[in-house]
Structures are given as C-alpha cells and as structure tokens.
C-alpha cells in the first residue's frame, strides 16, 4: 500500500511558478512510476507528466512540455513538479499518482497505469 500526500499548490499570477510535491509512504516508493495529472472545474482528469522509478525516462502532456519538469527524490520518498511560465488554462487540482511494475503494461500518460492516488492540490493561475 502507498499512501500519497501532495502539497505546494496555491494561488499565481501567471507567468509565476509554483514547485509541486508529493510525499509518498512506504519503503518501495524507488521501484513506482510516479505521475502528474490535473482536473479543472466541469473537466475530465488529463495527465501531465510522468517519471519512470529511476527518474531517467520523464513524459509530458504536449500542454505542459516546456515550462513543466518533473523529478523525484527517492531517498525522501518525494516527486515534484515544477511549473513554470504558468497560464490561467493551467487553474486545477493536480493529482499525483503511483504505479507498480504490476502495471507496466499500461502507457505512462493513461491513468490505468496506476494504482494509487493522492488527495490532490489546488493550483489558480489569475490573469
């Protein structure tokens, strides 16, 4: 079991920044994919990004590639997320998520590639 806690949202003019993280319980937290996804109001939840168990693969919605990069700290059992250049379209609760090797036969961007959910935090990004 994996429990995921994820903190740094608030509220941003656009063009700021915010670094997201998501702190996530357990010992085999190295051996997860790990990923991003975000819902807006009166949306479907859409990915973000993702980051392999070593970190050395990372994806990106084609939305976010540029101003988004995603990393992870294994030793502190943390993903983080940070977003740069952020728009208004940006505005939504983002999820982080973990997925076993159990999984691997599910594209990173789908999420069916993951078994297990954070509570999420809000991100509004004001024009």
């Known amino acids: 079991q994996v429990q995921l806690v994820e903190s740094g949202g608030g509220l941003v003019q656009a063009g700021g920044s915010l670094r997201l993280s998501c702190a996530a319980s357990?010992?085999?937290?190295?051996?997860?994919?790990m990923g991003w996804f975000r819902q807006a109001p009166g949306k479907e939840r859409e990915f973000v990004s993702a980051i392999i168990w070593s970190g050395a693969d990372t994806y990106y919605a084609d939305s976010v590639k540029g101003r988004f990069a995603i990393s992870r700290d294994n030793a502190k059992n943390t993903v983080y997320l940070q977003m740069n250049s952020l728009k208004p379209e940006d505005t939504a609760v983002y999820v982080c998520a973990a997925g076993s090797h159990a999984r691997d036969w599910a594209p990173h961007g789908e999420e069916r590639r993951y078994e297990y959910w954070g509570q999420g935090t809000q991100v509004t990004v004001s024009s």
């Open positions: 357990g010992r085999t937290f190295s051996s997860y994919a």
